[in-house]
């Protein structure tokens, strides 16, 4: 088959993070389904090992690597491409032939967005439990040219270390008009990234960063009649003495919170994300469907990561339908196997 149809996703390599890409060839393993099974490992952190895919222990941020399934694999299962896409970064434009899955969560957070564009000059804060697939949400938000009557252009940033004004500067550059309310409104869409240190002064900078922002909006907000600011951060579970920084920053926000997809949500993502993919036949059972979806334990990148394991582990072994038993069995890695095309269909 030499193309695949438009309406599906083209296979690609995307950095998660500045500087990391996924390979073709590379295929990571994982030692088991079960949500509560036990590792073999001998590590210590909660860090994945070069070669893994995610370890079976449940994390508040589960690290989860999307990669693209090699030929031999889309061959055997008869896909077009992989049902899932690597990471992209938030100011990756949007291809309108990527797969996503809008969990309620998701159709939450449009019509929360609506009321608030619905007045002009707003600023808004979504915080975002990991894995509730916040920056697709916001890539396709900033694919869009509009909510319900509101028509918007936008300019998406992600805020790491500049400061409010150089931030503010490359949105004013990269936007529309800002200053004279018209029927197209200017919609900035900010991603904070919190620092991974366990300092409290720099633990809650992107709480303080949103905070920082109200102020700077507030200060101008004679002249910025036609802007609309969403800041979308991430949610981190909270210690006993951090309440005081979360309510600091938040009062006087409009805020929403973006939560996890529930199990029956993403065992019907398995199914959709294959049906995209262009599989003409199920490659897994009900069970194990349910399986996956609960072993995700609610994250959207877990969920991807889980499957394409999956597909690779029935390739290399010959399944053509994979039941729930297949997969209580270990994987190995098969991308350090040779021969694994020698099963291929």
Partial sequence: MNSAPRFVTQPHTVAANAGDTYPRNRVASHEGFAPNANTS????????T????????????????????????????????SPFSPHAMVDVPWDAANFYFRIASHTSAFSWLQRLLSRPGSLGVVSASTGAGSTTWLRQLAASSGLGSTAFETAVANWRNQSIDELTGCLMRTGGNVETLSQVRTLWLIQTHQSQTTSTKLKYADINRAALLAGWYSARANRLRNL?????????????????????????????????PHASELRRCVNAAMQHAGATRPAFT??????LADSSEGSISRLASLVHAALVHGQVAGIRQITA??????????????????KAA
Avoid at 286 to 291: C, D, I, N, P, R
């Fill in 41 to 48: 490992s001998n590590r210590t952190d909660n860090e994945p």
């Fill in 50 to 81: 070069r070669g893994e895919l995610i370890d079976d222990r449940f994390h508040p941020t589960p690290s989860a690597s999307i990669h693209e399934l090699p030929p031999e694999v889309l061959r055997h299962w008869g896909l077009l491409a």
């Fill in 228 to 260: 609309q600011v969403l800041v979308v951060r991430k949610h981190q579970r909270r210690s006993a003495g951090s309440k005081r920084f979360s309510i600091a920053a938040a009062d006087r926000l409009a805020t929403f919170h973006l939560s996890r």
């Fill in 286 to 291: 009900v069970s194990a469907a349910t399986q």
């Fill in 325 to 342: 038993a297949d997969l209580s069995t270990p994987l190995k890695n098969h991308a350090e196997m040779p021969n694994t095309t020698s």
